[in-house]
């Protein structure tokens, strides 16, 4: 006879020391170690050009951010639970307020969309007969052509 042992489906693995995205947290110690440097040699080196580097050491030390926030939003636990009710997994249990919200929201915006198709496409449709024309007059000078502007009637 065997016996069953109940599993849970939404145990986690714990992550010890600096968590999950361990080369986002060295890339981002690694560059306020370099700006650090950088900033220093620039403050106690005696250059010529010390502002250059106080400058690239503080751009270098503001770039290690991006590593920090990859870092931190790597780290980020959600429990599976609230996953699922995002990707809409989970099937509503009650269909109580919010969804006779979406079903009126739904309608109105159809309805919304409808009338600016039929705006769009003109009271002949959107492949009728009726063409409007438009005046075309150039103007031309030289000695070919006449002093006086020419009419023409382009048809869309």
Same mark, same amino acid.
């Given at each position: 006879m065997s016996t069953s042992v109940p599993l849970d489906p939404a145990t986690e693995r714990k !992550?010890?020391?600096?968590? @999950?995205? /361990?080369?986002?947290?060295?890339f981002a110690v690694a560059h306020d170690i370099l700006g650090l440097c950088v900033m220093m040699v620039g403050v106690f080196g005696g250059? %010529?050009?010390? *502002? %250059?580097?106080? !400058?690239?050491?503080?751009?270098?030390?503001? $770039?290690? %951010?991006?590593?920090? =926030?990859?870092? !931190? #939003?790597?780290?980020? *636990?959600?429990?599976?639970?609230? $996953?699922? *009710?995002? =990707?809409? %997994?989970i099937e509503l249990k009650s269909r109580g307020l919010g969804h006779i919200v979406r079903r009126v929201s739904d309608r109105l915006s159809s309805r919304i969309r409808g009338s600016l198709r039929s705006l769009r496409e003109g009271p002949?449709?959107? #492949?009728? *007969?009726? @063409?409007?024309?438009?005046?075309l007059s #150039? =103007?031309?000078?030289? #000695?070919? !052509?006449? /002093?006086e502007g020419q009419r023409e009637t382009l048809s869309l």
């Open positions: !992550y010890a020391g600096v968590g @999950r995205c /361990k080369c986002s947290f060295w250059l %010529l050009i010390h *502002d %250059l580097f106080i !400058y690239a050491g503080a751009i270098i030390i503001f $770039l290690s %951010l991006i590593w920090w =926030v990859f870092w !931190y #939003t790597g780290n980020i *636990d959600v429990p599976p639970e609230e $996953l699922e *009710d995002d =990707v809409g %997994l002949w449709g959107p #492949t009728g *007969d009726h @063409r409007p024309e438009v005046s #150039t =103007v031309c000078e030289g #000695t070919s !052509y006449s /002093k």
